[in-house]
């Protein structure tokens, strides 16, 4: 990985990191709350993730290829639940999430 | 705050932790580690609570005010040791600690 | 503070963790989750600040102090929602809640 | 996993974190600090991990077992560094890093 490459990915998390916990803040505020659990769980594991994993790069962490590759199945989850949800929040979480696990996988190989 | 000013701050507290980690590892690898034991400290210190404060307020936390508070105390402490030393990481530790107690503090207002 | 208290507020906050986080996975499952969301949204800010505050008490973090009065405040906010619920699990959360602000409190004077 | 090895792991992980950032805090204060640059790198690493599997473990995260791989392995490495250095802190730090990296194999098994 270049400099220039994990720059990258770091900056992919942290807007993986930021749409997840939006979209979990806005899935609590959601009238039919008992269909979006299973978002709002999985909002929370992908955000904190992607913190990790963006401090861990940033700060040269020997793990950082192994945090990545975890963070890269977190986020594919994610998205995965977010997609089924019509929500401008869960299409836009989504969204960020593949973006992130595509940048996470390159990181980790 | 306006929204905008919210995502200024998370921003700015995403940057700063770069910067902190950045600067912590770079400590580490410093031939004269002695002198920077307490700007290794304080840069973990500052990155953490940055991540912190960038999750709290990207989930819109009841809390998030008090968070930025408490995050600009810490970067205002950070900056003031990172700014004694001449290493180029350090320097700009300083500034992003610097911007960033600033927005935190605004936040907190 | 002495040693001991300092090592008894970390158990308080490692215990509080671990009942907000129980708290939250169990009020996600509950059936009439719309009337928990505040309570699930409680936990998880809850949880993060005590993992953070034990964390900073245990590195000798020269911030501890101000770390604990803020876990102090959310730990209050947290048993104040989670004792209207009747669930054992919701019961339990606010009994940790309130140990953990009372050492905190104790911690950050 | 029963409950019972499950909160098992959780009490390793956060034994673990303790000794991790007491002998990081330590090392930071050793007179020959040059010589605990890596103990310090990775005693920051495998506290941040600990903190975190605790934590997924608590909320009963989808990916407590993938988390707990990883911690295990960042334990390893951890306890491999500590246990060449002759001081009291390192000693007991390798000794809480090789029984979390066990009960997190067992976990991730």
Known sequence: MTQQQVKQCIEECLKCMQACNHCYDACL???HIGMMKECIRLDREC???CAYAAQAMSR???FAKEICR???DICEACGNECK???HEHCQRCAEACFQ???ACQ???A
Request: hydrophobic share 40%; net charge negative.
């Open 70 to 72: 975890l963070c890269a």
């Open 60 to 62: 040269n962490s020997p």
């Open 29 to 31: 505020n959601e009238e």
């Open 84 to 86: 089924k949800h019509q």
């Open 100 to 102: 992130c696990a595509e």
């Open 47 to 49: 955000a904190d993730i």
């Open 106 to 108: 390159a990181m980790a």
